[in-house]
T-cell receptor, first 114, second 115 residues
Framework: NAGVMQNPRHLVRRRGQEARLRCSPM?????VYWYRQLPEEGLKFMVY????????ESGMPKERFSAEFPKEGPSILRIQQVVRGDSAAYFC????????????FGQGTRLTVV | AQSVAQPEDQVNVAEGNPLTVKCTYS??????LFWYVQYPNRGLQFLLK??????LVKGSYGFEAEFNKSQTSFHLKKPSALVSDSALYFC?????????????FGDGTTLTVKP
């Protein structure tokens, strides 16, 4: 039973390029969450999605960042026109469609903007 | 608004000694509390959770946590630390009955266990 799968594990982008981060939730999980971890900091919530719906994007920067979780395929976190400050570890988590369950995390994508 | 405080950025203990990593929280309603561990360049691994019931919760790798409602604390403990326990530990909280996306994480505590 595969866990939450994220790819790529490491991503290097030049300033101004686009970064696309992928997350496949655990089997049977219909809720996906994205978090960002800046160097020497904790996890900050970005967005919560269900299939084809954004439930809560209160943690997403207003510009350049977007997320989707299509009916088929993985969830995608897209960062357009990346800047050095976007360099961070981005973690995806998934959970079942019920309260009082814990989220399971992927191993993260480490984005480096050069 | 809910919040989590991990007052210590770093905790250092000698191998074989007991360890405590502190966490206090604030949430509306009954809390649902978690501890996660993060090893270098890895994702978060679930350690244990508290929903209701016994205030002492046992989890993975010999860790346990004590829920104290009056002090709004959920400290992580282990009777005898191992060098391999060295990692970054996160406490998280959300209101009971809410979805996992509503969890708030602390800023983390780096535990270093020295031989």
């Amino acid at each position: 039973n595969a866990g939450v799968m994220q790819n790529p594990r490491h991503l290097v982008r030049r300033r101004g390029q686009e970064a696309r981060l992928r997350c496949s939730p655990m089997k049977g999980h219909s809720h996906v969450y994205w978090y960002r971890q800046l160097p020497e900091e904790g996890l900050k919530f970005m967005v919560y999605l269900q299939k084809e719906n954004i439930i809560d994007e209160s943690g997403m920067p207003k510009e350049r960042f977007s997320a989707e979780f299509p009916k088929e395929g993985p969830s995608i976190l897209r960062i357009q026109q990346v800047v050095r400050g976007d360099s961070a570890a981005y973690f995806c988590a998934s959970s079942l469609n019920s309260p009082n369950t814990e989220a399971f995390f992927g191993q993260g994508t480490r984005l480096t903007v050069v | 608004a809910q919040s989590v405080a991990q007052p210590e950025d770093q905790v250092n203990v000698a191998e074989g000694n007991p360890l405590t990593v502190k966490c206090t929280y604030s949430v509306s309603g009954n809390p649902y509390l978690f501890w996660y561990v993060q090893y270098p360049n890895r994702g978060l691994q679930f350690l244990l959770k508290y929903i209701t019931g016994d205030n002492l919760v046992k989890g993975s790798y010999g860790f346990e946590a004590e829920f104290n409602k009056s002090q709004t604390s959920f400290h992580l403990k282990k009777p005898s630390a191992l060098v391999s326990d060295s990692a970054l530990y996160f406490c998280a909280v959300r209101a009971l009955g809410t979805n996992a996306g509503k969890s708030t994480f602390g800023d983390g505590t780096t535990l270093t266990v020295k031989p």
